[in-house]
């Protein structure tokens, strides 16, 4: 007789605790490989911001995400909550920039950055073409 009392008492406060949590929740959209997201830093000195942005990589299980960063290049596995999908701007900006790497760039005296025009289209490898730019 006690253990069904304490038993149906669990289950009540089970369910009440259980709908009080799911009441926020939402599901996320499965992100696909190539998608653009942003990147949720968790560790330094500002945890909790969307500070860097990567493309999707691989879909693992359980939500996880294999993403290569942008900038440094590095692969990051993170949860789908730490991922915030986006579609970027410019489009064809996003192509010329990551086409290629950049060339080195000339110092003149007093350390004054001499930038190089490209000689090349980073996306069809012809002269400056008309189409590209």
Same mark, same amino acid.
């Given at each position: 007789? $006690? @253990?069904?009392?304490?038993?149906?008492a *669990?289950?009540?406060? /089970?369910?009440t605790? @259980?709908?009080a949590l799911?009441h $926020?929740n939402?599901?996320?959209?499965? *992100? +696909?490989p190539?998608?653009r997201c /942003?990147?949720?830093?968790?560790?330094s @000195?500002?945890p909790?911001?969307w500070?860097?942005?990567?493309?999707?990589?691989?879909?693992k299980?359980?939500d996880?995400?294999?993403?290569?960063v942008?900038g @440094?290049?590095?692969f990051? +596995? &993170?949860? &789908? &909550?730490?991922l915030?999908?986006f579609?970027? +701007?410019f489009?064809?900006?996003?192509? %010329?920039i990551?086409a290629?790497? *950049?060339r080195?760039?000339?110092?003149l005296?007093?350390?004054?950055?001499l930038s190089?025009?490209?000689?090349r %289209?980073?996306i069809?490898?012809s002269r *400056?073409? +008309?189409? $590209?730019?």
């Open positions: 007789m $006690h @253990s069904q009392l304490k038993e149906s *669990l289950r009540k406060r /089970f369910v605790v @259980s709908e799911s $926020h939402k599901n996320l959209r499965k *992100l +696909a190539r998608d /942003f990147i949720q830093n968790q560790t @000195s500002s909790k911001r500070d860097r942005t990567g493309t999707g990589i691989e879909v299980a359980h996880q995400y294999v993403v290569k942008d @440094s290049g590095l990051t +596995a &993170r949860n &789908r &909550r730490f915030r999908n579609e970027p +701007a489009l064809e900006i996003q192509i %010329c990551f290629r790497p *950049l080195p760039v000339t110092r005296p007093g350390n004054r950055a190089r025009r490209p000689t %289209c980073p069809c490898y *400056l073409c +008309a189409e $590209h730019f």
